[in-house]
């Protein structure tokens, strides 16, 4: 599939997931959004690891951030919360909307803008304090142009926290890993569509299941030092996969440029 049909595609299938309520379309409760205010706040990048608080700046208040690939109505809201001036980018009109919910029900200032997180054209050099961006390049084809365009837009000294998906999960074939077994058959880097036949992959696009991609550690930790990144701050994570039991699923970093 070219690029721009992937795009179009998963933003259909990330609508779809706002529609039956997955974990990362779920708004934030009003608790958690006064929690923010006074400063007390705890936002995902990956499954369950809430970011560490000295990974962002000591005081929000005034601090530009983008949340790439970040819609729901989760972290932008909070972050708006916590008194930062936000930007939620997302490729789901969905998702934003999600986000706009939680401005209006909270009384948050946050500005929502539907793209695709591989062209940021939109932002000029150095707009941006800090990018967070939760796992979400898991269904982008390519990471390295958005690690570029991320440094572009980020100020000098400015902060980039990151969640990815460890790519050695997509190695064990899909149809199997719905049974419980690990069965190694994928090789990385992979594509959804890679272990189907022409007949499942049509299924699955018909259903608008997201089309996934796995990339690889070099891509995504190599990627970011090629950018002009350095890596200041790692974590694993888990999540309730049986997998999880063997090794960590995700993992966040944190880079400064």
Known sequence: MTKDRVVSHNAKAWDQKVQNASPWTVPVSHEAVEAARTGRFSILLTAKKPVPRDWFPPVLAGTNILCLASGGGQQGPILAAAGADVTVFDISSAQLE????????????????????????RFSDGAFDLVFCPVSVTYIPAVEPVFGQVYRVLKKGGTFLFGATNPFVYIFNGADWDQDRFTVSNR????????????????????????????????????????????????????????????AKYFATRAVK
């Open 188 to 247: 990385l880097p992979f594509c959804s569509l890679d272990e189907l036949s022409a007949e499942e992959a049509a299924a699955m696009l018909e259903q608008k299941e997201a089309i996934e991609y796995s990339h690889t550690l070099e891509s995504l930790i190599g990627g970011q030092t090629a950018a002009g990144f350095s890596v200041t701050g790692f974590y694993e994570d888990v999540d309730d996969d049986l997998i999880c039991r063997y090794a």
């Open 98 to 121: 999600r986000d706009r919910l939680v401005a209006r029900r909270e009384g948050l200032s946050l500005k929502t803008v539907q793209g695709d997180m591989q062209d940021l054209s």
